[in-house]
């Protein structure tokens, strides 16, 4: 999925799930490639419009989605994290987003986080992606 070696690397740094992000470099395809293939482009115009909208890279942003849900909107972390970029709620409430579960408004608030965490860490993604999880309320 990734060509840019930087977003790359800040991804196999900052997510701690050495298992899934190792997969989505190595060439090798997924176990449920096919499932996550087909439902991974579901979300393309949304993560494009608000990605272009926000300036936050495509890849990164779709990589988020595949390491925190695996393109659930219905998915929620035991630690109450919900929708397709696992928002806490009160990150959720901050962000605009009244329902989690909602992919249009979940990407959009999730997008909107991160671009909040690229301009605190002046555009550095594994710093962005490494205080995410720890940032949210």
């Given at each position: 999925?990734f060509?840019?070696?930087?977003?790359?690397?800040?991804?196999?740094?900052?997510?701690?799930?050495?298992?899934?992000?190792?997969?989505?470099?190595?060439?090798?395809q997924?176990?449920?490639?096919?499932?996550?293939?087909?439902?991974?482009?579901?979300?393309d115009?949304?993560?494009?419009?608000y990605?272009?909208?926000?300036?936050?890279?495509?890849?990164?942003?779709?990589?988020?989605?595949?390491?925190?849900?695996?393109?659930?909107?219905?998915?929620?972390?035991?630690?109450?994290?919900?929708?397709?970029?696992?928002?806490?709620?009160?990150?959720?409430?901050?962000?605009?987003?009244?329902?989690?579960?909602?992919?249009?408004?979940?990407?959009?608030?999730?997008?909107?986080?991160?671009?909040?965490?690229?301009?605190?860490?002046?555009?550095?993604?594994?710093?962005a992606?490494?205080?995410?999880?720890r940032?949210?309320?």
């Amino acid at each position: 999925i990734f060509q840019d070696v930087r977003v790359r690397q800040a991804l196999l740094h900052a997510i701690n799930r050495p298992a899934i992000s190792e997969k989505l470099f190595s060439g090798k395809q997924p176990v449920a490639h096919g499932i996550v293939h087909a439902l991974d482009k579901a979300y393309d115009p949304l993560i494009k419009k608000y990605g272009t909208e926000l300036d936050v890279d495509f890849n990164l942003i779709k990589a988020l989605i595949l390491v925190e849900s695996n393109f659930n909107p219905r998915a929620v972390s035991p630690k109450g994290a919900r929708g397709l970029m696992q928002l806490m709620p009160d990150t959720a409430r901050r962000m605009g987003v009244t329902n989690a579960f909602d992919p249009r408004q979940n990407i959009f608030g999730g997008v909107q986080f991160l671009r909040l965490l690229l301009d605190l860490f002046n555009g550095d993604v594994t710093l962005a992606l490494g205080d995410r999880e720890r940032l949210q309320r």
